[in-house]
């Protein structure tokens, strides 16, 4: 091979940082150290700070004068997606990447991240945490979360990527140029949708599993930052659908037609579920006086929702035989979790003194919202056919 050919490419490393002068230091020192020893083409680390409020900024200004193929840049407005924009679209490297201060993600995965976009085999790459061959450590409520949002961008969004929030990213420069445009998000959900801009467009991403260790001293507010990717979701669904995105709309959307199997599946869904909620109506109207409304509640959902699986397993998904029943009965209990944070949810609300009728009513609303959920969990991930199949 000839290496001066091979280090006349370049890859541009973003990490964007805001008050982060604790990890900033070591975490740049270790990336450079890593990339000088074991990255065989040219690179550059661009610390991209967020308008921080500390010493990050005197730090990164230290940093590239103490370390070469180091810069800083500074912006006078936060955002991970601000200064990804900012830096991706001054870029002259053949392909620009970042990832998160903390170095969570093994950065042995790197030169795979970023070989396939300087080969030209794939557009885009991203490090993955849900593929079978990564290895993850991370506390229950992120990877909760983390699933339950790729889950939706799945069955909602029709995303074929499996982890959109990993931060470990690279794509082509040309690539990113023609894509930023289209990208309106500034903060956490840039780069989601950004990949979702590039799979209307037809790119080819490519997907990298990660050894991943979760940092306990993360500065991310999870639960804003799930609302805020809410928010993105709907945004960019209804420009898609209404053509104002700029990108082809998916002939199977344009004429509204359901993804194959699920014509068939949802009478059938709809009949086992009118079934269990009248089922759970009756069995909350029974408890309800001999214990407190709370109790009542997670009792009759536990019982209908035992019951709700298995029917469904049966007539709904067309699974027969008694292979995976358990597992099935166990990860059904988790759309159970989600009914019952739900329901829960709703009747903790409610003032002590609401009539029992008005109770009833906010529980078959919850109940109703809960149903959506737990559709979706079934068919997409505890029946899903390619995931039997791959056993």
């Known amino acids: 091979m000839d290496t001066t050919a091979v280090r006349t490419r370049l890859v541009e490393v973003v990490v964007p940082v805001y008050d982060e002068q604790r990890a900033l230091r070591a975490s740049v020192t270790r990336l450079h150290g890593y990339l000088t020893r074991n990255f065989p083409y040219g690179f550059r680390i661009t610390i991209a700070d967020n308008a921080s409020t500390d010493d990050t900024w005197q730090i990164a200004t230290e940093l590239e004068r103490e370390l070469p193929h180091v810069r800083a840049v500074h912006l006078d407005e936060k955002g991970r997606g601000r200064a990804l924009r900012q830096v991706w679209s001054r870029s002259e490297a053949d392909v620009v990447s970042y990832m998160d201060v903390d170095l969570s993600t093994d950065l042995d995965a790197f ?65 990113a140029r023609a894509l930023l445009p289209g990208v309106e998000d500034e903060q956490w959900f840039f780069d989601t949708e950004l990949l979702l801009l590039a799979e209307r467009y037809g790119l080819r991403i490519h997907e990298v599993p990660v050894d991943w260790v979760d940092d306990p001293d993360s500065r991310v507010d999870i639960v804003r930052t799930a609302l805020d990717d809410l928010r993105g979701m709907v945004r960019v669904a209804r420009k898609t659908l209404s053509g104002a995105a700029g990108i082809p709309v998916p002939p199977r959307i344009q004429r509204a037609e359901l993804p194959r199997g699920m014509a068939r599946q949802l009478p059938r869904f709809a009949v086992v579920g009118v079934v269990s909620t009248l089922a759970y109506l009756a069995l909350y109207s029974l408890l309800r006086p001999v214990i407190p409304p709370l109790a009542a509640n997670a009792l009759a959902l536990l019982v209908t929702a035992v019951a709700n699986t298995a029917a469904n397993r049966r007539f709904t998904f067309g699974v027969t035989g ?55 969990l079934l068919r997409v991930w505890v029946f899903n056919p390619r995931r039997r199949t791959a056993r």
Do not use: W
């Open 111 to 175: 030169l795979p991240l970023v070989a396939p976009l300087l080969s030209g085999h794939s557009d885009l790459a991203i490090g993955t945490r849900l593929a079978r061959d990564s290895r993850v450590e991370r506390g229950p409520k992120r990877e909760f979360i983390s699933r339950s949002y790729n889950l939706l961008l799945r069955s909602l969004m029709g995303a074929r990527f499996s982890d959109a929030q990993c931060g470990f990213k690279a794509v082509r420069t040309e690539v």
């Open 322 to 376: 008694s292979a995976g029943a358990l597992r099935h009965q166990f990860e059904g209990l988790i759309a159970f979790l989600v009914g019952l944070s739900l329901t829960s949810g709703t009747l903790a609300l409610l003032p002590a003194e609401v009539p029992h009728g008005v109770e009833l009513a906010a529980v078959i609303a919850a109940n109703a919202a809960a149903t959506l959920v737990r559709f979706l």
